[in-house]
């Protein structure tokens, strides 16, 4: 019997001191959730800046951000840290702040913004906001056959600075330029351009002889090349080789073009002429007559040219020849 009532009195204080705990817990955690409310911290580079109730929704505005920005032409952000989350109580009385973190996430960033830029000659002209304008702005300076419409191209930005875009109506504008004669900023000297060019090969009788300007290898030759007509014959040679004038004649052109860079063109009467393009250098000016053999410039790499070469041209009337036909 004494053995059961020590049993029943050991239940008993068990019981209540489980009871007891209960209701101190209880008491405990009602006291908290007045007080308290569950939240999450958030931190970055390890320093508190705020509490929020629901970090799914916050990393995803962050994230949406991240990718497509918030302002015109942003392409995207660079964030290089992204905030911690920590599970925590926070007193009722403070407030969450998913604007004031989101700012400080902002600021944090990097904006990348996406435009095109008009290139002519490899130089950037105009910046337009997408690629749809770019190309129908210069599809309708082909149109309109600008002078300079096979040296237009389009290049895809991604930059940290952001651009002053204009619209399509403003690039042909300032870019179109007519077909007849070129002045260059440089000087006031008149490009003369071939009018066309020979596409049958067919070798035209010039009555006068010619010799090399230069002694180099061949790099490109006359006809069609990369969808466009080559109207000349390139001759690849170290820079500074001297040029030799193919023929007597008069200088008509001396001076600067886009294309061709340094330029000269030799008349030699009976509409033929003879021109050489890309020089480092020249040595003669409009109007000096010159004599077969005269060095007239030098090979070098300026205007639209990848390499050391000269650029020969033979013109019969204003048609350009093939001069493999007479040289080479």
Request: net charge neutral; aromatic share 8%.
């Amino acid at each position: 019997m004494n053995i059961l009532k020590k049993i029943f009195i050991y239940i008993r204080t068990w019981i209540k001191f489980v009871s007891l705990t209960v209701i101190a817990s209880c008491l405990i955690i009602g006291a908290v959730a007045v007080i308290y409310k569950p939240t999450y911290s958030v931190s970055l580079n390890g320093e508190l800046i705020g509490h929020t109730k629901n970090k799914s929704e916050l990393q995803e505005q962050i994230n949406n951000y991240i990718e497509n920005g918030d302002g015109k032409n942003i392409a995207f952000v660079q964030v290089d840290n992204l905030p911690e989350y920590k599970l925590c109580l926070l007193k009722k009385d403070i407030q969450e702040n998913d604007t004031e973190i989101f700012e400080t996430i902002k600021s944090s960033g990097t904006p990348y913004y996406k435009y095109y830029a008009i290139l002519d000659e490899g130089e950037e002209k105009l910046y337009v906001a997408t690629f749809e304008e770019a190309e129908q702005a210069i599809n309708e300076l082909k149109e309109k056959n600008s002078a300079n419409k096979e040296d237009l191209s389009i290049l895809e930005k991604y930059e940290v600075e952001a651009k002053d875009v204009v619209a399509k109506e403003e690039v042909i504008s300032k870019l179109y330029e007519k077909v007849e004669t070129t002045t260059t900023k440089t000087t006031q000297t008149s490009v003369r351009y071939a009018t066309g060019y020979n596409s049958t090969n067919k070798k035209v009788a010039l009555g006068i002889n010619l010799i090399r300007p230069i002694s180099g290898t061949i790099s490109s030759r006359y006809g069609s090349r990369w969808g466009t007509t080559h109207k000349g014959l390139d001759i690849a040679a170290p820079k500074g080789t001297p040029i030799k004038a193919a023929a007597g004649g008069t200088v008509v052109t001396s001076g600067q073009s886009k294309g061709y860079g340094n330029y000269i063109v030799i008349s030699h009467g009976n509409g033929i002429e003879t021109a050489y393009g890309h020089c480092s250098a020249l040595y003669v000016k409009a109007g000096q007559k010159v004599s077969q053999g005269d060095v007239i410039g030098a090979v070098g790499s300026t205007g639209r040219s990848t390499g050391n070469h000269l650029h020969l041209e033979i013109r019969v009337n204003g048609i350009a020849q093939n001069p493999q036909n007479y040289l080479y």
